[in-house]
């Protein structure tokens, strides 16, 4: 069974039957009236529409597409602004891991391993700059992607910004800081980000972290892998909260 769907009435039927949408390829050229259709669709779903040449939904499949493919997600998205309440009613010290540009498939997969064995309440992923749930992501993170809540959100700053007023302490993980993350508390409600391995965490999401924390590196190689960065500090939040 393929995890797409093709075709302008096709991908349209699929959105508003309630399929999980995990992005649509659509031509750069399109500008048909079933294009303005497809977008007055998407229009308040959750939905990343990617201007793509041609030729690329042409590699994925050769039938009649019309420019235009969906792609299935084989889960379903969740909200962290209807999550963090959630933990809050039930008692709960929020653990959230935030994922900023981290688009290999392999490291997301293994994060989510990590998050699923640590007890993290969430993943949270951009809507645009995220590596896809797919067979790939699922597979490496040994079927923790289709058990923990992940958040896709279209506004990674305003979710931060949320969180900050919902009482999380948001902590970056940066090379560059000077504080060490043995050095901190993790015991309050907590969301951890970590950035993309070439480029890190964003200015803008940086700006609004409570604490910036880096891990010593003793050897000649500059950084780590955010999989396992990422480890590091989310069971050294675990070791500090089970006390």
Known sequence: MNNYVF??????????????????????????????????TVKGHNIPVIRVPVEKIDRITKKNHQGVIAFISPIEYQQITQIIPQLYEDAKNPFIVILDGVTDVRNFGAIARTCECAGVDAIVISQTDSAPVNADAIKTSAGALLTIPV???????????????????????????????TDISYNE??????????????????ELCDEKVSIPILGNIQSLNVSVAAGILIYEAVRNRSY
């Open 151 to 181: 958040c896709r959100e279209h506004n990674l700053e305003y979710i931060v910004n949320f969180l900050k007023e919902s009482g999380v302490k948001i902590i970056a993980a940066s090379e560059k800081a000077t504080q060490s993350y």
């Open 7 to 40: 075709g302008f009435r096709a991908v349209i039927e699929a959105i508003e039957s309630g399929k999980e949408i995990e992005k649509i390829y659509l031509k750069k050229d399109a500008q048909s009236d079933l294009a303005k259709e497809l977008y007055a």
């Open 189 to 206: 409600p907590i969301a951890i980000v970590m950035g993309a391995e070439d480029k890190g965490i964003s200015s803008e999401i940086m």
